[in-house]
């Protein structure tokens, strides 16, 4: 998967004929990085994902999944079935899988489940449009939010605008694994 999304952004750069220097200036994130991302050995946080899309003339779907190919009136994603795969660890210290069925266009939400190791630094503060809602599925989560820290446990839930300064980050022993839905 995470080399699909990394075809797919450099695809839509090139076709607006972008230079990876031009993207990069337009969106903050180093050259290197962006590069890494196209090539596939690095994973793009979704805050990454969502800047990408708004500069390549791109739905956040049209990123992660590539063009719409089912209806968007009701996408059903059966457990198992349809997930578009685990993408990996980024450099916000996460792993994430897609939750929306594959080919799915015109969503204005994007679910994710998030899982983080406690074990792995925490990632830089990151900002991007639109607004978040996180649910903690299991173990504790630390939420770094516009300067502030914020211990998240199983149950616990946070809605969040994402213009803010933030980032996520596992705590405890355990594994923990998170619900996010991203507007973009």
């Given at each position: 998967?995470?080399?699909?999304?990394?075809?797919?952004?450099?695809?839509?750069?090139?076709?607006?004929?972008?230079?990876?220097e031009?993207?990069?200036?337009?969106?903050?994130?180093?050259?290197?990085?962006?590069?890494?991302?196209?090539?596939?050995?690095?994973?793009?946080?979704?805050?990454?994902?969502?800047?990408l899309?708004?500069?390549?003339?791109?739905?956040v779907?049209?990123?992660?999944?590539?063009?719409?190919?089912v209806?968007?009136?009701?996408?059903?994603?059966?457990?198992?079935?349809?997930?578009?795969?685990?993408?990996?660890?980024?450099?916000?210290?996460?792993?994430?899988?897609?939750?929306?069925?594959?080919?799915?266009?015109?969503?204005?939400?994007?679910?994710?489940?998030?899982?983080?190791?406690?074990?792995?630094?925490?990632?830089?503060?990151?900002?991007?449009?639109?607004?978040?809602?996180?649910?903690?599925?299991?173990?504790?989560?630390?939420?770094?939010?516009?300067g502030?820290?914020?211990r998240?446990?199983?149950?616990?839930?946070?809605?969040?605008?994402?213009?803010?300064?933030?980032?996520?980050?596992?705590?405890?022993?355990?594994?923990?694994?998170?619900?996010?839905?991203?507007?973009?």
């Open positions: 998967m995470r080399k699909y999304v990394g075809e797919r952004i450099q695809k839509l750069r090139e076709a607006q004929g972008l230079s990876r031009r993207v990069s200036y337009l969106t903050g994130i180093p050259e290197d990085r962006l590069e890494a991302y196209e090539k596939g050995s690095a994973v793009a946080p979704i805050g990454v994902v969502i800047k899309s708004r500069v390549l003339g791109s739905k779907e049209g990123v992660l999944h590539g063009g719409a190919t209806s968007e009136n009701i996408t059903i994603c059966r457990a198992g079935e349809s997930m578009s795969g685990e993408l990996g660890n980024t450099d916000q210290s996460y792993g994430y899988a897609s939750l929306t069925r594959p080919g799915t266009g015109g969503h204005i939400m994007e679910p994710f489940l998030l899982t983080f190791d406690p074990q792995t630094p925490p990632g830089p503060p990151i900002t991007h449009e639109g607004q978040e809602f996180v649910y903690i599925l299991d173990g504790s989560i630390e939420l770094y939010y516009d502030q820290r914020h998240l446990e199983k149950g616990d839930s946070a809605y969040i605008k994402s213009t803010m300064p933030h980032t996520f980050h596992g705590m405890g022993e355990t594994i923990a694994r998170m619900l996010a839905v991203v507007s973009s």
